[in-house]
Every structure is written in structure tokens, then in C-alpha cells.
T-cell receptor, first 115, second 114 residues
Framework: EAQVTQNPRYLITVTGKKLTVTCSQN?????MSWYRQDPGLGLRQIYY???????DKGDVPEGYKVSRKEKRNFPLILESPSPNQTSLYFC??????????????FGQGTRLTVV | GENVEQHPSTLSVQEGDSAVIKCTYS??????FPWYKQELGKRPQLIID?????GEKKDQRIAVTLNKTAKHFSLHITETQPEDSAVYFC?????????????FGKGTSLLVTP
């Protein structure tokens, strides 16, 4: 089954404790990205990757890191989480078909609480 | 980067009525405009999309129109049903060779009352 898988689904952590949220897709998509969703602010892009070893900042990259060592995986790293990073996080992937943008598939979401 | 504005933020309609959600974008080079539906507690899912070389696209009760000159696009849902209740997001993206990034509006919470 074609899918984007995030782990964990729920996470409660303490300020300053490094964490990683994993994202994996099995559709051989070039493009992967991370969004955070907060009430009234919609989906804001954190980082995106056009392909292996190619990453770029989105609109709200501060406090986050990513890596794209393999095509299928795009982990989101919070080196020193703070309470303002409490949010619902979504990973998404899409295919560049003939050089054109196509549908983005989203993971199930990770609800992160930083206390 | 691309800035996408979406209105209204909330919309309540009676079952059977039509619903219209409007979005504007800032970069005239944007060429892909998808719409996503997010039900409560679920992930966003694509319901319809349109490319810049097309002015209108329809899929059953859902249609999207694009006005490139005015840089706005709209989602039209006809004969609304209670299961259409959800948050709807519009998005816009630049061409891949311009640094593809999918930018979303803030969302419209649609409530369809029986």
C-alpha cells in the first residue's frame, strides 16, 4: 500500500531533550516536506527536500533540522525542543512527474507536546 | 516566498446549499493550485487541483476556478452534505525549477448543517 508513515504519533517530552520524528514513504517520491499545524495558522512549512542530499528551509525552520540521506526517509530533528514547538506535525511527499508538481501525500501526523 | 490568503476562515451552510472558498496568491509564477480537505483528527487529503494552463476543473460536486490575471482561485462545492464538514486548505506552488515549495492558506472550517 502506498503510504507516508510518521513515528511516533504522539510524543510528550521535556524542554531541551533532543528528539527525532521519523518519516518514511514507499512511493519513490523525490519531494518530501515537513509542516506544523497550529490553530488559526494553517499548515506552515518547516523544511523541504527536492531529492537526496538536497534540503531547503521553509517558512518556519528555526529550531528544527532535517536530513535526506535516503530517498525514502526524511527525519525531523529537534535538537533542543521548547514549549513553542508544541504542535501537530505532518510529513508529506510528492512525485515530480515530467517536471510538474503533483499531489502531496501526508503522513498520519505527530502530536508533540513540550513541557 | 509565495503568500496564500484564504477566506473565509469559517463558513456555515445549510445542507443542499453551495459553498465557496476563495484564495489569492502573490507570485504570478505559481503554476499549481491544489485543494485539501482535512476531517477532524485526520490528515489533509487532496480533493481537487488545477494547473495554471486551465481556467476551471470540475469533479462531481466540486469545482475549482482559476483567474491568473487577478491571482485568485476558488473552490465551489454544490449540493453540500453533512460529510462535507471539514477544514479546507488551498495551496499554491511555484514551478519545480523555481524552488518548489507548497504554501498553504490558513484554512476554512466548513460546517454543513442538516
Amino acid at each position: 500500500e502506498a503510504q507516508v508513515t510518521q513515528n511516533p504519533r504522539y510524543l510528550i517530552t521535556v524542554t531541551g531533550k533532543k528528539l527525532t520524528v521519523t518519516c518514511s514513504q514507499n512511493m519513490n517520491h523525490e519531494y518530501m516536506s515537513w509542516y506544523r499545524q497550529d490553530p488559526g495558522l494553517g499548515l506552515r512549512q518547516i523544511y523541504y527536500s527536492m531529492n537526496v542530499e538536497v534540503t531547503d528551509k521553509g517558512d518556519v525552520p528555526e529550531g528544527y533540522k532535517v536530513s535526506r540521506k535516503e530517498k525514502r526517509n526524511f527525519p525531523l530533528i529537534l535538537e533542543s525542543p521548547s514549549p513553542n514547538q508544541t504542535s501537530l506535525y505532518f510529513c508529506a511527499s510528492s512525485l515530480f512527474l515530467g517536471g510538474m508538481n503533483t499531489e502531496a501525500f501526508f503522513g498520519q501526523g505527530t502530536r508533540l507536546t513540550v513541557v | 516566498g509565495e503568500n496564500v490568503e484564504q477566506h473565509p476562515s469559517t463558513l456555515s451552510v445549510q445542507e443542499g446549499d453551495s459553498a465557496v472558498i476563495k484564495c489569492t496568491y502573490s507570485d504570478s509564477a505559481s503554476n499549481y493550485f491544489p485543494w485539501y480537505k482535512q476531517e477532524l483528527g485526520k490528515r489533509p487529503q487532496l480533493i481537487i487541483d488545477i494547473r495554471s494552463n486551465v481556467g476551471e476543473k470540475k469533479d462531481q460536486r466540486i469545482a475549482v476556478t482559476l483567474n491568473k490575471t487577478a491571482k485568485h482561485f476558488s473552490l465551489h462545492i454544490t449540493e453540500t452534505q453533512p460529510e462535507d464538514s471539514a477544514v479546507y486548505f488551498c495551496a499554491a506552488s511555484l514551478p519545480i525549477n523555481s524552488g518548489y515549495a507548497l504554501n498553504f492558506g490558513k484554512g476554512t472550517s466548513l460546517l454543513v448543517t442538516p
